[in-house]
C-alpha cells in the first residue's frame, strides 16, 4: 500500500510550542554541542528582527518531521533598500522519507516565500565547524534533487570575549561613553547611516528605520547604547549591549576536549580574577543550564582603539556571569578580539540562495569586499 504524502503547512501562533519541542531536539555540534531552548515563545527571535515571516512545517499525520523560517526585511544591499529573505532553522529529521519529501517542497516554498513578500533574493547563516550541514546544502554529493544553490557571499566570525589578562590596558581611559537619550539620538542615528553605507545588508539607512528596529527589539532600549564622543563631541563609536532574557537559550550538552580544555582554563583564571568560568554541560550537572551571554548590537567604531575601550565598558557593566559576543566580518580588522584579552571565535559563512537557472547577481561579484552587517543574536 502506497504511503500518505507528507504534508508542507504553514505554522501558526498555536504551533509555538511543539516547533520548540522538535527544535530542542536536534544538538547543534561543533566544539560544543548545545541544544536550543526556545520554550517561552519559538517565534521570538524572527518578531525581533520582522514582522514579516513564515515557518514552514514538514508533517506526516500531525507529526512534524521538519521545519524551515523565512524572515523578510529592508536592508541596504548594492548601495540601494532593497527586501530579502533570511532563511533560518532548517531542521530536518533523520527519517529519509522526510528528507527527500524537504527536497520537493525547498524551492515551491523558497518562490512562495518570494511572491508573497515581493523579494527576489534569500540568504542564509550557516557555521563552518558544521561539516554535515556544509556537506549536505553548500556541498551535496549529487544534483539530482532540486535544490536551490548556495553561493558564499561572507565569512565573519562569532568572538566570544571571556576576560583580560593582567597585563591589559585600556587605550583610551579617558574616552567620554555617554548613555543614549533625546539629547544625543539624533548624532547617534546620523553616525549609524553613515557606517550603515559602508556595509551591505544594513537595517538603519534613515531616523525612521532605526526607531521600527529599536521597537520590535524587546528588552533594547535608546539608555542601553554606549555612545563614544571625542572633544568636539562627535559620536565616533557606539555598541548596545544586550541579554537575550531567555528567548533563546543555548544550553551546552558536552564539550570536545578543546572544548573541555578551554573551560579548565577559564576556572583557573576566574580564580585570579581574570576570566568568567563557562556554564557547566549537561552531561555533568544533569540538569539544563544556559550559557550567560551578553550580545554586543549596533557595534561601529572608528578605530581600533575606540573599539576596545568600548569592549572594556560593556566587559564591565555586565553581570560577573555573562560573557560578551559579537559579529565580525574579516574584513573589519578593528574589530578582532585585541591579544590581551581572552576569547575564542567560531567561523560563519553567509550564503546566497539561488533556483538552479538564475545567475549569480551583480553584488556576488568577488571584487565586491564591503563588510555586512551581522547582528550576533540573530545569526546564531
Same mark, same amino acid.
Given at each position: 500500500?502506497?504511503?500518505?504524502?507528507?504534508?508542507?503547512?504553514?505554522?501558526?501562533?498555536?504551533?509555538?510550542?511543539?516547533?520548540?519541542?522538535?527544535?530542542?531536539?536536534?544538538?547543534?555540534?561543533?566544539?560544543?554541542?548545545?541544544?536550543?531552548?526556545?520554550?517561552?515563545?519559538?517565534?521570538?527571535?524572527?518578531?525581533?528582527?520582522?514582522?514579516?515571516?513564515?515557518?514552514?512545517?514538514?508533517?506526516?499525520?500531525?507529526?512534524?518531521?521538519?521545519?524551515?523560517?523565512?524572515?523578510?526585511?529592508?536592508?541596504?544591499?548594492?548601495?540601494?533598500?532593497?527586501?530579502?529573505?533570511?532563511?533560518?532553522?532548517?531542521?530536518?529529521?533523520?527519517?529519509?522519507?522526510?528528507?527527500?519529501?524537504?527536497?520537493?517542497?525547498?524551492?515551491?516554498?523558497?518562490?512562495?516565500?518570494?511572491?508573497?513578500?515581493?523579494?527576489?533574493?534569500?540568504?542564509?547563516?550557516?557555521?563552518?565547524?558544521?561539516?554535515?550541514?556544509? /556537506?549536505?546544502?553548500?556541498?551535496? *554529493? =549529487?544534483?539530482?534533487? &532540486?535544490?536551490?544553490?548556495?553561493?558564499?557571499?561572507?565569512? %565573519? +566570525?562569532?568572538?566570544?570575549?571571556?576576560?583580560?589578562?593582567?597585563?591589559?590596558?585600556?587605550?583610551?581611559?579617558?574616552?567620554?561613553?555617554?548613555?543614549?537619550?533625546?539629547?544625543?539620538?539624533?548624532?547617534?542615528?546620523?553616525?549609524?547611516?553613515?557606517?550603515?553605507?559602508?556595509?551591505?545588508?544594513?537595517?538603519?539607512?534613515?531616523?525612521?528605520?532605526?526607531?521600527?528596529?529599536?521597537?520590535?527589539?524587546?528588552?533594547?532600549?535608546?539608555?542601553?547604547?554606549?555612545?563614544?564622543?571625542?572633544?568636539?563631541?562627535?559620536?565616533?563609536?557606539?555598541?548596545?549591549?544586550?541579554?537575550?532574557?531567555?528567548?533563546?537559550?543555548?544550553?551546552?550538552?558536552?564539550?570536545?576536549?578543546?572544548?573541555?580544555?578551554?573551560?579548565?582554563?577559564?576556572?583557573?583564571? /576566574?580564580?585570579?580574577?581574570?576570566? *568568567? =568560568?563557562?556554564?557547566? &554541560?549537561?552531561?555533568?550537572?544533569?540538569?539544563?543550564?544556559? %550559557? +550567560?551571554?551578553?550580545?554586543?548590537?549596533?557595534?561601529?567604531?572608528?578605530?581600533?582603539?575606540?573599539?576596545?575601550?568600548?569592549?572594556?565598558?560593556?566587559?564591565?557593566?555586565?553581570?560577573?556571569?555573562?560573557?560578551?559576543?559579537?559579529?565580525?566580518?574579516?574584513?573589519?580588522?578593528?574589530?578582532?578580539?585585541?591579544?590581551?584579552?581572552?576569547?575564542?571565535?567560531?567561523?560563519?559563512?553567509?550564503?546566497?540562495?539561488?533556483?538552479?537557472?538564475?545567475?549569480?547577481?551583480?553584488?556576488?561579484?568577488?571584487?565586491?569586499?564591503?563588510?555586512?552587517?551581522?547582528?550576533?543574536?540573530?545569526?546564531?
Amino acid at each position: 500500500m502506497e504511503k500518505n504524502l507528507m504534508k508542507l503547512e504553514v505554522a501558526t501562533p498555536q504551533d509555538a510550542q511543539s516547533l520548540a519541542e522538535f527544535y530542542k531536539s536536534f544538538p547543534v555540534r561543533g566544539l560544543v554541542e548545545i541544544k536550543i531552548d526556545r520554550e517561552k515563545d519559538f517565534f521570538a527571535p524572527y518578531s525581533i528582527q520582522s514582522d514579516r515571516y513564515l515557518t514552514y512545517m514538514l508533517k506526516d499525520e500531525e507529526k512534524i518531521e521538519g521545519i524551515a523560517s523565512f524572515i523578510t526585511k529592508d536592508v541596504l544591499l548594492d548601495n540601494k533598500v532593497q527586501t530579502v529573505a533570511f532563511g533560518r532553522d532548517l531542521r530536518i529529521s533523520s527519517n529519509r522519507r522526510a528528507v527527500m519529501e524537504w527536497s520537493k517542497h525547498f524551492l515551491p516554498a523558497m518562490e512562495e516565500v518570494f511572491r508573497t513578500f515581493d523579494c527576489k533574493y534569500l540568504f542564509s547563516v550557516l557555521s563552518m565547524s558544521e561539516v554535515q550541514a556544509l /556537506n549536505a546544502f553548500v556541498r551535496p *554529493r =549529487t544534483m539530482k534533487r &532540486p535544490l536551490p544553490h548556495y553561493h558564499l557571499f561572507r565569512r %565573519f +566570525n562569532m568572538v566570544s570575549v571571556h576576560g583580560r589578562l593582567p597585563w591589559a590596558s585600556n587605550p583610551l581611559p579617558h574616552l567620554r561613553i555617554r548613555r543614549g537619550n533625546q539629547g544625543n539620538v539624533d548624532a547617534l542615528i546620523a553616525y549609524l547611516i553613515r557606517k550603515s553605507r559602508e556595509k551591505d545588508l544594513s537595517t538603519v539607512w534613515d531616523a525612521q528605520s532605526f526607531f521600527d528596529k529599536l521597537e520590535r527589539w524587546k528588552g533594547l532600549r535608546l539608555d542601553d547604547f554606549l555612545i563614544a564622543i571625542d572633544k568636539n563631541e562627535n559620536v565616533i563609536g557606539c555598541a548596545a549591549p544586550w541579554s537575550s532574557g531567555g528567548l533563546q537559550e543555548f544550553i551546552p550538552m558536552q564539550y570536545s576536549l578543546r572544548a573541555h580544555n578551554f573551560r579548565q582554563f577559564l576556572k583557573f583564571g /576566574n580564580r585570579l580574577g581574570w576570566t *568568567r =568560568t563557562l556554564t557547566k &554541560p549537561y552531561s555533568r550537572l544533569k540538569m539544563e543550564a544556559s %550559557f +550567560n551571554f551578553k550580545y554586543l548590537n549596533f557595534l561601529n567604531a572608528d578605530n581600533a582603539d575606540i573599539f576596545e575601550s568600548l569592549l572594556w565598558k560593556a566587559f564591565d557593566e555586565a553581570d560577573e556571569n555573562e560573557f560578551i559576543v559579537y559579529g565580525q566580518t574579516r574584513s573589519e580588522y578593528i574589530y578582532r578580539p585585541p591579544r590581551t584579552w581572552v576569547s575564542g571565535k567560531m567561523p560563519f559563512g553567509v550564503y546566497l540562495l539561488l533556483p538552479p537557472d538564475q545567475e549569480a547577481p551583480k553584488f556576488m561579484h568577488p571584487a565586491n569586499e564591503r563588510p555586512i552587517e551581522i547582528e550576533p543574536f540573530f545569526a546564531l
